[in-house]
Every structure is written in structure tokens, then in C-alpha cells.
Nanobody
Framework: QVQLVESGGGLVQAGESLRLSCAASGSIGSVNVMGWYRQAPGNQRELVARITSGGGTNYADSVKGRFTISRNNLKNTVYLQMNSLKPEDTAVYYC???????????????WGQGTQVTVSS
């Protein structure tokens, strides 16, 4: 029905940048909030940033000033520009979308498969 496909992860050195992308496709009626979460080994999944359909944003304190979330509503795509990366940013990054399928009335959460980001010191 719906797929969220992430891309852009990889291995970088501390201080470098990466840009993650996530495209939602399928039988989509409308998309509300889109966001990025991450999970490091042994840790719980945590919110990194999220953005509403109107462009309102929230960030985790640990990434404020370094990461920027944006989206293209026409393409149902969300981006995460990550600058000044640190080793503690190493994690699997997951895309999330709160969306409504066509011919449905309720919104539900959907998740991507995750993309690995590794930052070496």
C-alpha cells in the first residue's frame, strides 16, 4: 500500500555532512507530519526532527543548529541535512510519516526500513 524509502546514509568523518532523503509512495491521500528518528545500538529510538505539512519544525536538542529538516509536499518527500556530524550521531536513521491512505479517513504511522549513518572520529 505505502512505502517509505530512505537514501543518503553512509560513512563520514566527524565534521562532515550528509543529506538523507525519504520518499513516500503508494495509495496516499494526504500526509501530515513527517520526521526522522534514530536508534543507536543499545539505545531506544529517538526523535531527531519532524516537520508538519505547513512547515513547522521540531528538533532534538542534540541536533539543533546542525541539522535541518525540510520537505516537498508535492513529492511526499522529506529531507534531513546533517552538518557538523559527530561520532555520537552514529545510528540507524528511520523516516516516519503520519499519513492517510486514499479512501480512508484515519491517519496512521508508517516507517521506512532505516539507513545507517556512521561518523568516525
Amino acid at each position: 500500500q505505502v512505502q517509505l524509502v530512505e537514501s543518503g546514509g553512509g560513512l563520514v568523518q566527524a565534521g562532515e555532512s550528509l543529506r538523507l532523503s525519504c520518499a513516500a509512495s503508494g495509495s496516499i491521500g494526504s500526509v501530515n507530519v513527517m520526521g526522522w528518528y534514530r536508534q543507536a545500538p543499545g539505545n531506544q529510538r529517538e526523535l531527531v526532527a519532524r516537520i508538519t505539512s505547513g512547515g513547522g519544525t521540531n528538533y532534538a536538542d542534540s541536533v539543533k543548529g546542525r541539522f535541518t529538516i525540510s520537505r516537498n509536499n508535492l513529492k511526499n518527500t522529506v529531507y534531513l541535512q546533517m552538518n557538523s556530524l559527530k561520532p555520537e550521531d552514529t545510528a540507524v536513521y528511520y523516516c516516519n510519516a503520519d499519513l492517510r491512505l486514499r479512501e480512508r479517513w484515519t491517519f496512521n504511522d508508517y516507517w521506512g526500513q532505516g539507513t545507517q549513518v556512521t561518523v568516525s572520529s
